[in-house]
């Protein structure tokens, strides 16, 4: 089950609160011995946290579906980087993240209990059970903090983004699991920033751009990669060609994020190639010059890159690349995980 973007948290009414965690995405089946983890597009996880598979044997009931979130606390809140890692093909090294950073779950749902399947059920009712069978729930197990008091979660979606969450989902009381379907809310901060326009990735079908680059520069006065504006639709992919043809560069041309071309080279401060998460997919890029500006909308910051993909707002041929800094930026005030944990687990 899904949930649809909003901008603004709806009035009071019939409807449950809760953080909107920044992980995987995942459900839990057990029956008996066997547990797997699942993502929410059916990719296997088990394999990946088996501190979570011990842990969750141990603390579940025998027969049971849980929706909930993996998760990785690292010392400035939640580390998406960290869960990335484990996204590994090789056993051993699993093993040892898995005892450097060890993950947790968060239970947000509960679809089937023994024999009886809930997903018909009310969120409501589903809520009360979840809270039942774990009302003994200990870390790496934890219960999603919940509230009804639309001012406390107003609250918590201007304090924990410090700890690394990503909004509020809100949740009416009255609704039945529905797999698929964005029936929930999902409210996120709206920020803009100004960011230099530094290269470009084709579109898959090879006839447009797919996604432009964008860089910002740090105190050093270095451009550093910070994310990717993307969602154009095929008129505007086959007009940003010509839009970025003029800032191409040629072969072997002077480029911070290239080789030779500056200090931004170093992993972590530039585009990379296909990670164990994208699979097989092109992550090829084109340089440009670095010379236009272009405003993007963003919500969510994770260490010096936008946490998920910017939208275009407008060019603005009015500020100088130069200017397009982190200083720019909101940063979100530090919060305490242990906090989140404990704010309103049993609303």
């Not at 066997?34 to 059916?42: D, I, K, R, T």
């Not at 039942?132 to 304090?159: F, G, I, N, S, Y």
């Not at 999902?186 to 680059?213: M, N, P, Y």
Request: with cysteine; charged share 30%; net charge neutral.
């Amino acid at each position: 089950m899904l949930a649809k973007l909003a901008r603004d948290l709806p009035p009071r009414g019939e409807v449950l609160y809760e953080p909107k965690w920044d992980g995987f995405r995942a459900i839990v089946f057990r029956d008996g011995e066997a547990l797997e983890l699942g993502s929410h597009n059916e990719r296997p996880l088990t394999r990946y946290f088996p501190e979570l598979v011990e842990a969750l044997a141990h603390a579940l009931p025998e027969r049971c579906v849980v929706d909930g979130e993996i998760v990785i606390a690292g010392p400035d809140g939640l580390d998406f980087d960290a869960l990335l890692q484990r996204i590994h093909p090789a056993e051993r090294r699993i093993r040892l993240l898995a005892q450097q950073t060890p993950a947790s779950f968060v239970a947000f749902d509960l679809l089937a209990l023994g024999d009886e399947d809930l997903r018909a059920a009310p969120f409501g009712e589903r809520r009360k059970r979840l809270e039942q069978m774990l009302r003994r729930a200990r870390p790496p197990l934890h219960l999603t903090p919940a509230t009804r008091h639309h001012d406390l979660a107003v609250k918590w979606l201007e304090r924990f983004e410090g700890a690394g969450l990503d909004g509020v989902i809100v949740k009416p009381l009255g609704l039945p699991y529905l797999e698929g379907k964005r029936e929930m809310l999902k409210v996120k901060h709206a920020r803009t920033a100004d960011c230099v326009v530094a290269g470009f990735r084709w579109h898959k079908d090879g006839e447009g751009v797919g996604s432009i680059l964008l860089g910002l520069f740090d105190e050093e006065g270095t451009m550093q990669y910070v994310g990717a504006v993307a969602s154009f639709n095929a008129a505007e992919r086959r007009r940003l060609v010509g839009e970025l043809e003029p800032l191409r560069l040629k072969k072997g041309g002077d480029h911070p994020w290239i080789a030779g071309g500056g200090e931004a080279t170093e992993p972590g401060r530039r585009p990379g190639g296909p990670s164990r998460w994208s699979g097989q997919r092109d992550m090829s890029w084109e340089p440009l010059r670095p010379e236009r500006v272009m405003e993007v909308a963003y919500d969510h910051l994770q260490g010096e890159r936008f946490r998920h993909v910017a939208k275009f707002v407008r060019w603005r041929p009015d500020r100088d690349p130069g200017s397009c800094t982190y200083a720019q930026l909101d940063v979100a005030v530090p919060e305490e995980l242990e906090n989140v944990f404990g704010a309103g687990a049993h609303a």
